[in-house]
Structures are given as C-alpha cells and as structure tokens.
C-alpha cells in the first residue's frame, strides 16, 4: 500500500511520534510505502510532499513541533480539495491518507472521507476537548509546561507579596487550566466554561492574605471570561484569517484586581510556551500508540475513522462524531478542584 500522512492546524508536541510510528508500522509491519505532505492540505493540494523511510523519522520522537510543517487551509481551498479528493488520492497513488490535527483538521478529514478520499484521522490538540477522545496527546505537555510555570510564580510571588494571573490556553474549554491548577496548586481557577465573578476572585485573595497568606496565584484560560455585569471586557475579535483572537483576559484580570484589591498582581501569559518543545513520555507513548492503530486500521480498510483512546484502549470511532461537540469541563470536575483552592 501507498499511505500519505499530513500534519495541519497549530502545532502539538508527539505529531512526530505519530508520524515516525506510521512510518515504522506502515513499512516493517506491513512493507508499505509512505509518503509526506508539507504543510497540511496545502501540500496535498499544491503537490508538495517527499517520500519518508526509517532514516527520514529516526531522531524525531523527543522532537517538538512538526518535520511536515503545518499550516491552516482557508475554506476556499479545502472545498477545493473536497471536490477533488478522489482524483488526488489518484494523482498520487496513495491508498490511504492519514491526516493529524484538530477539530478543523477533522471536520476537514470528513469532507475528504464524505468525497471519496481513504481517511483514517489522528486527533490532536493541547487543549484536550475533542469529545470522541478521552484524551489527545500534547495535553499532557501543555499541563506539564503550566504547572512548572505555576511552581516557579509562586516563589516570586511570595517574595513580592504580589498576584500572579496565569494565563494558559484553551478557547473553548479549561483543561489546561483546571488541570494545571490543580497539580500547581493555584488558588483560584477561570474557565471558559463558568463565566467568573471577579467579587469571587477579590474575596478569595483577601481571605487568603487575612490568614496571613501574602501571595496567590490565580490560573485563567485564555477562553475564560467575567460574568456580565462584573467586569468591563471585551473578549475577543474576528482576525482576518476568520480566526477568533482572545485580546487578553490575563492582562485584564491583573489590572483589575490590581485596582480593587489594592496590592500589585502581574499577569503572565505563557502562550506557545505550552505547545513548543519535547513532549512528555506521556504524550509520545499515546502518539505512537494512535500512530500504530490509524495503520492497522488502514489495512482494515476503515475508512472515515480516527483513532480514539476510550479508557486505557485505543479505539477507532467515526470521523462524524469527532466534530460534533467539543468536550468541555464537567461541574463535578470544578467542584473537585475548587474543594483545594
Ligand atoms: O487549539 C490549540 C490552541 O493552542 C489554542 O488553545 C489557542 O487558542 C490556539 O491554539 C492558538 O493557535 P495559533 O496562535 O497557532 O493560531
């Protein structure tokens, strides 16, 4: 068989463990043939992509980012490609074509799959909110990453009697936040989920500091928002890719409680910090494991699939329910994590 593989959508520690265990798998489990697409759909559709033998994935797996490259395709382009998804698994042969990424990336892949193209996805996003999954690989990275961040505010923070605001990525759901939160043992958590009472925040740093407490840190999703009426914000805009671009609830939160509470807080927004750099064990184990399986499920010809971790099994489910809903933080799941703050 001839397989391609692409990487599209932002980047995520462990794509290239999954790329270097499609190779392995592909070419010594079953002598296939694989083929890599630069820069997601783009290379797909402008032809760009090189052939990958063991030698182009050895050294990969600890490596942060993606060999392929990625980038994000305007919905023009992808109609295109959906139109011609058939006559471009013919134009290069390819049997199978095994696209990595996010929810884009999947509802993308659906279309390919729905226009006649082999697909079998691979999930992947830092903010863990693919609801088909339990989890997906780079969130354990991205955790890892606030949680140190976390730790070392502290310590400065202790030192200046100050608030840390942390601000840690997820749009539309607060894993990373809750997550990081809870293991950093920040003090108070915002989730896009919830939308907070900054009153909520003011009082529980002045609760903190009348025990005798003279720092907190607060962890906030990028996604995270006040509740009307609470505080002035204006949460985000439209930039001109048609991407939603937060403008920086972080900042805002510092400034605010800054002023209310009276004593300094600095915000901190680790950003790309989270996405860049090795991926933990964690992570390049869970990779490798959906690597495995998108092959296995290729030569099953199961098509219109991506692989899921359901439990501590990888399984395969439906591409369609991949992007129906994201997977959002549950109450309970606040609830446990408030009961440390
Ligand atoms: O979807 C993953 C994510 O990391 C989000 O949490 C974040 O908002 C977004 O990507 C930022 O991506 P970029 O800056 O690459 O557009």
Known sequence: M?????????????????????????????GDEVIGFEDGFKGLLDGHYRPLDLNAVSGILARGGTVLGSARLERGRLREAAETAAELAQQYGIDALIPIGG???????????????????????????????????????????????????????????????????GRHAGWIALESGMAGGAHGICLPERPFQVEDVVKMVEERFSRGKKFAVICVAEGAHPAEGSMDYQKGVIDQFGHERF????????????????KEARPVILGHVQRGGTPT????????????HAVEAVHRGEFGMMTALRGTDVTMV????????????????MHEAESVF
């Open 103 to 169: 929810e884009g990336t999947l509802t993308a892949s659906r279309m390919l799959a729905d226009a006649g193209m082999p697909v079998v996805g691979v999930p992947k996003t830092i903010d863990n909110d693919i609801s088909a999954t339990d989890r997906t690989f780079g969130f354990d990275t991205a955790v890892t990453v606030a949680t140190e961040a976390i730790d070392r505010l502290k310590t400065t923070a202790e030192s200046h009697q100050r608030v840390m605001v942390v601000e840690v990525m």
């Open 318 to 333: 439906p591409l369609a329910e991949a992007v129906t809903q994201l997977k959002r933080v549950p109450t309970d799941r």
């Open 281 to 292: 064990a964690y992570d390049r184990v869970l990779a490798t494991r959906f690597g495995w």
């Open 247 to 262: 403008l920086g609830i972080g900042n805002r939160l510092a400034a605010e409680l800054e002023q209310r509470l009276g």
């Open 2 to 30: 001839r397989i391609g593989v692409l990487t599209a959508g932002g980047d995520c520690p462990g794509l290239n463990a999954v790329i270097r265990s499609v190779v392995h798998r592909a070419l010594t489990g079953h």
